[in-house]
């Protein structure tokens, strides 16, 4: 399997390139030159395979430069319970009203992030290794993408992790989440201003081609192809969990924000993988929704996404949905890159026609949820399940409830646990609701701090790399 850009300017690349290359040279995004197909008596035998199994078989389709016994050992040191907290990985569970819950934060920073960036911290480890090089992830968070990278590449050799952060602009949790980590290849910057400066810095030190290559700078974006391959597993492991046999078919509502989780269900389903709809849960930055219900894609300006209690689903624009573009235009890499052109120009697209045409075959729907709607699901859930499911898992929740039909089976998928957004879990159940936290992460707030302060400066920050490597 190689990989082409989405763009069609880049060479054919293999798997490890395309790993520690993210974006393609072209500015287009890595796919696989084409699908694998899996057949229905694959499917059969793959039914009853463990979670690692699983990973295992279906990676070894997309890689094409890692011995398999390589691959068979990084993912059964990924996908185990002292990662994950169980064998299953991720366990499914299943509400009064018959809709399921898929449980993907159950790994070290209780965000679904952490599934696909464990295995990126294991990998980029081995390839590192081989290839004799090392690697410098520079990175600017407002809170998930941070600590679900520093929890990957903590105490990985070749690996130095420096990750800016807006100053006291995070919760008391996820900064300690982060700055306790006291490994000594993890670097946190707390930059005094705020998250677009972070990204800012982070931007201008990509763009310093020398510094770069003197430095071996990289990053670990939600665009990297491997992340979306490996989170094609649990829909595959989710949908033998809840079926009897092939002929059923399962839908999946995602809360989405880079359209990073949903596209690796679409990947899943161009696999043969019996997927009915891929519902795109969104919550008031709901440009996705917009695009979904009238093929207007219209990405907003930085300044106008609002600030909601589902903060991994703030976004302007979704990175990842040029992928899923790419395949709706027949892979013509010459109109995505019209089509891309167009957006950097500040305006959208409309392929409304070709969308509408596409509807079954690729199964895309969408809505969308207010914070409203999200509090009053947290309550429902709590009151007729006593579960409490975090704001995103909320969005899915709803909006499954809302638009399911007679005998669909719908899975939510479970992006974070309620123990990072305790002030909304509070507002939707009451001020002295105990909220549940897990047995490693109680009293993370007095654990000593390793942070370095900074001004909002690319060029200390650059000084600051420079003395760390
Ligand atoms: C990242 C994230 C999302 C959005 O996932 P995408 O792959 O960007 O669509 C949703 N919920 C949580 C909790 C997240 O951390």
């Known amino acids: 399997m190689k990989y082409i850009s989405t763009r069609g300017a880049s060479p054919l690349k293999s798997f490890s390139e395309v790993l520690l290359a993210g974006l393609a040279e072209d500015g287009g995004l ?53 990662n994950f907290g169980t064998d299953e990985i991720t366990p499914v569970r299943r509400l009064n009203d018959g809709v399921h819950i898929l449980g993907l934060s159950n790994g070290p920073t209780l965000a679904f992030k952490d599934i696909a960036m464990q295995f990126l911290g294991n990998a980029f480890e081995y390839v590192l290794t081989h290839q004799k090089k090392t690697l410098n992830i520079i990175g600017a968070t407002s809170g998930d993408t941070g600590s679900a990278a520093e929890y990957a590449m903590r105490g990985k050799r070749g690996i130095k992790v420096f990750m800016l952060s807006p100053a006291g602009k995070m919760s008391a949790f996820q900064r300690a989440q982060m700055f306790s980590l006291q490994d000594e290849n993890i670097f946190n910057i707390a930059v005094d201003s705020m998250f677009d400066d972070c990204q800012d810095i982070v931007k201008a030190i990509q763009a310093d081609a020398a510094f770069k290559q003197e430095y071996s700078i990289g990053t670990v974006n939600s665009i990297n192809w491997a992340r979306v391959m490996a989170q094609t597993v649990y829909y595959f492991k989710s949908y033998f969990d809840i079926t009897g046999d092939n002929d059923e078919k399962v839908s999946f509502c995602v809360p989405s924000g880079n359209f990073g989780d949903i596209c690796a269900g679409h990947v899943a389903k161009q696999m043969g993988l019996p997927i009915d709809r891929l519902i795109v849960a969104t919550n008031e930055n709901d440009v996705l929704d917009e695009f979904f219900q009238t093929g207007v894609y219209r990405p907003r300006q930085a300044k106008d996404v609002v600030v909601t209690s589902t903060p991994s689903m703030d976004i302007a624009k979704a990175s990842n949905l040029e992928r899923f573009v790419f395949d709706l235009v027949r892979r013509d890499p010459e109109q995505v890159k019209a089509l891309w052109a167009e957006i950097n120009t500040g305006k959208g697209f409309n392929l409304s026609r070709k969308l509408k045409a596409m509807k079954n075959f690729y199964g895309f729907d969408s809505g969308k949820c207010t914070h409203a709607q999200r509090i009053e699901t947290i309550r429902q859930v709590w009151a007729d399940d006593k579960q409490v499911i975090d704001p995103h898992t909320a969005t899915a929740v709803y909006l499954a409830r809302k638009m399911r039909q007679p005998n669909e089976k719908i899975v939510c998928m479970e992006t974070a646990l309620p123990a990072k957004f305790d002030d909304t879990i509070k507002e939707a159940l009451g001020e002295d609701f105990a909220v549940p936290r897990p047995e490693h992460y109680v009293g993370i707030e007095d654990k000593p701090q390793r942070i370095t302060n900074m001004p909002n400066n690319a060029v200390a920050v650059k000084m600051f790399i420079k003395e760390n490597i």
Request: aromatic share 16%.
């Open 30 to 82: 890595y796919v696989p030159q084409e699908y694998p197909h899996i057949s229905a008596s694959q499917l059969d035998q793959w039914r009853d395979l463990s979670y690692p199994e699983l990973a295992f078989e279906i990676m070894r389709l997309f890689i094409d430069d890692i011995h398999e016994p390589v691959i068979r050992f990084l993912v059964e040191k990924t996908y185990c319970a002292e």
